[in-house]
């Protein structure tokens, strides 16, 4: 969208760049901020998940509670729900194609789907690299808006 836009702690319940997910889903969330607890087991397309419920501890939290499907062997995400302030199913993310690329579990499609407006945002990652040296020149706000990442 070419925009530089520094996010804050209080934009993470904003949806990136007009999208269904937030910044906040495709962040890293701080631990402290939800409460968790183990539900049960579950298969999901053939893998054995537990599945964990992570509750905010914020009321004013855009998205009351989380359940997540979370594989037992890599530790990898397979799906989730999130419930708005009422406790109503608010999106789905279902994740596809995960891989082990060098050593690390790498999800390249998730879907999130909004059900309350039946919409829905397909992020997928292509031609992974990890512990490629990244010049640290290029995360600067004027790198950035000159567009030279390519």
Same mark, same amino acid.
């Given at each position: 969208m070419k925009k530089v836009r520094r996010v804050f702690g209080s934009n993470k319940d904003d949806d990136f760049q007009g999208t269904d997910f937030s910044y906040d889903d495709i962040?890293?969330?701080?631990?402290? !901020?939800?409460?968790?607890?183990? &539900?049960?087991? =579950?298969?999901?397309?053939? %893998?054995? $998940?537990?599945? &964990?419920?992570? !509750?905010? #501890?914020?009321? #004013?939290?855009k998205v009351s509670r989380r359940v997540s499907w979370i594989n037992k062997e890599t530790y990898v995400s397979q #799906?989730?729900?999130?419930?708005?302030?009422?406790?109503? &199913?608010? !999106? %789905?993310?279902? $994740? =596809?194609?995960?891989? #082990?690329?060098?050593g690390y579990w790498a999800t390249l499609? /998730?879907? /999130? !789907?909004? %059900?309350?407006?039946?919409?829905?945002?397909?992020? =997928?990652?292509q031609n992974i690299q990890f512990d490629t040296p990244i010049d640290t020149n290029y995360f600067t706000v004027s790198a950035l808006e000159r567009e030279q990442i390519k």
């Open positions: 962040g890293t969330r701080s631990l402290s !901020k939800d409460t968790f607890t183990i &539900l049960g087991e =579950e298969s999901v397309n053939g %893998v054995n $998940c537990w599945i &964990l419920e992570a !509750k905010a #501890k914020d009321e #004013k939290a #799906k989730a729900e999130y419930y708005d302030r009422q406790n109503n &199913l608010f !999106k %789905v993310l279902t $994740c =596809e194609n995960i891989q #082990k690329i060098n499609k /998730m879907t /999130m !789907k909004n %059900v309350q407006t039946n919409h829905q945002t397909v992020y =997928e990652l």
